[in-house]
Nanobody
Framework: QVQLVESGGGLVQPGGSLTLSCAAS????????IGWFRQAPGKEREGVSA????????FYADFAKGRFNILRDNAKNLVTLQMISLKTEDPGVYYC???????????????????WGQGTQVTVSS
């Protein structure tokens, strides 16, 4: 059975940094497409970043470009999302998800993801 578990969320001041981790059991993350999504209170869930299986490409939402970085740690079977320069509009529950189908034409189609974690809360406040 595949399980994804996010960690690393917390409270950070504007301009601060956080690194979220997505750990997996039952699947080798190196061989599967991974996406990060977030949902702020009262808003729909939105795509943040994604990485193809085998590190064959990464994707970032416009708001994440230049501030967020998605990486794999194959030795630990982790995918991390490094976030810097966090803004007051970045808070929400951040989810990782795994997808066996290709990320084409879009990595942001939630219905294409097969497995989801329970999410980790990110709060940005002074």
């Amino acid at each position: 059975q595949v399980q994804l578990v996010e960690s690393g969320g917390g409270l950070v001041q504007p301009g601060g940094s956080l690194t979220l981790s997505c750990a997996a059991s039952g699947v080798t993350l190196e061989n599967i497409n991974i996406g990060w999504f977030r949902q702020a209170p009262g808003k729909e869930r939105e795509g943040v970043s994604a990485i193809r299986a085998g590190n064959a490409g990464t994707f970032y939402a416009d708001f994440a470009k230049g501030r967020f970085n998605i990486l794999r740690d194959n030795a630990k079977n982790l995918v991390t999302l490094q976030m810097i320069s966090l803004k007051t509009e970045d808070p929400g529950v951040y989810y990782c998800a795994a997808r066996t189908s290709n990320l084409w034409p879009t990595p942001w189609e939630e219905s294409e993801y097969d497995y989801w974690g329970q999410g980790t809360q990110v709060t940005v406040s002074s």
